[in-house]
C-alpha cells in the first residue's frame, strides 16, 4: 500500500506512521488467529477415483450448538483432527469427558476441477448428530440436544450426495453424546465421486 507523504519530511512520516502500522497488524493477527473465529479451512484436490478423509483441523465448540446461519462464528475452545474423540482434548487443564455435547466447523476448498457430483460419507458419530452444509440440514441420525433428557442416541452413517458443488463448502456438525464411553466422530469423514463411494461401500458388504 502506498503511502503520500504530502510535503512531510519522509524521517517525521515512518515514525508516525509506525504505530498506526503496528497497530493494524496486530488487528489483523487477531482477526485472523483461530481463537477469533477465523475460517478453519483444508483443501482437497478431489480425483475421479480416490476417495478422500476431511481430517481438518475442525475448529471445535464445548457445550455449544453453533447456529448454521451465522455469519462469524466465535473463537474456538479447541482444534480437533478426524477421526478422533473429544476426550483428548483439554480445556482449562482438564480432559472432557465423553458426555456432553459441542459443535465442529470447517470451510472445505475442493478446489477447480472438481467433478460434476460428489458424495459425502457420514460414519458412526456418538451418539447423535446433524450434519450441516452451506447452511443446509443435509443428514441427521438421533437427536442432537444438550441434556441427556431431551437426547436420543442412535447409529448409523448417511451419505450425501452433491450435484454441481461449489468450490468452498461450510461444513457444521453438531454432535451430543450422553450414551456411550466413546464420544465423538471415530471414523473419518470421506468425500470422492458416487461411483468410488458406492463402490467401496459394496466391497465392504461383501466382506462383511
Known amino acids: 500500500m502506498a503511502l503520500e507523504t504530502t510535503g512531510m519530511p519522509s524521517m517525521r512520516v515512518a515514525r508516525s506512521v509506525r504505530p498506526l502500522l503496528t497497530l493494524c497488524l496486530l488487528l489483523c493477527a487477531w482477526a485472523l488467529s483461530p481463537g477469533a473465529g477465523a475460517v478453519h479451512a483444508a483443501s482437497l484436490d478431489v480425483e475421479e477415483d480416490a476417495l478422500h478423509e476431511i481430517q481438518g483441523p475442525w475448529a471445535f465448540h464445548w457445550q ?53 457430483s460428489l458424495m459425502l460419507r457420514i ?17 441427521q441420525v438421533g437427536r442432537p440436544a444438550t441434556s441427556p433428557a431431551e437426547a436420543r442416541p442412535d447409529y ?3 451419505q450425501v ?39 467401496l461401500l459394496a466391497t465392504e458388504l461383501i466382506l462383511s
Do not use: C, K
Request: charged share 20%; aromatic share 8%; net charge negative.
Open 64 to 116: 455449544t450448538f453453533l447456529s448454521p446461519s451465522e455469519a462469524r462464528f466465535p473463537p474456538a475452545d479447541a482444534e480437533i483432527r478426524l477421526p478422533s474423540s473429544w476426550t483428548q482434548i483439554e480445556l482449562g487443564g482438564e480432559t472432557l469427558p465423553p458426555t456432553g455435547h459441542a459443535s465442529y466447523r470447517l470451510t472445505l476448498d475442493l478446489g477447480t476441477n472438481r467433478p460434476d
Open 123 to 139: 460414519p458412526l458419530v456418538y451418539s447423535a448428530y446433524r450434519f450441516y452444509m452451506n447452511g443446509d440440514l443435509v443428514a
Open 156 to 158: 448409523g452413517e448417511r
Open 161 to 199: 450426495w452433491i450435484d454441481h458443488p461449489d468450490q468452498h463448502l461450510e461444513l457444521l456438525l453438531h454432535v451430543s453424546n450422553f450414551s456411550s464411553r466413546v464420544a465423538g466422530v471415530p471414523r473419518a469423514i470421506q468425500v470422492g465421486t458416487p461411483e468410488t463411494v458406492n463402490r
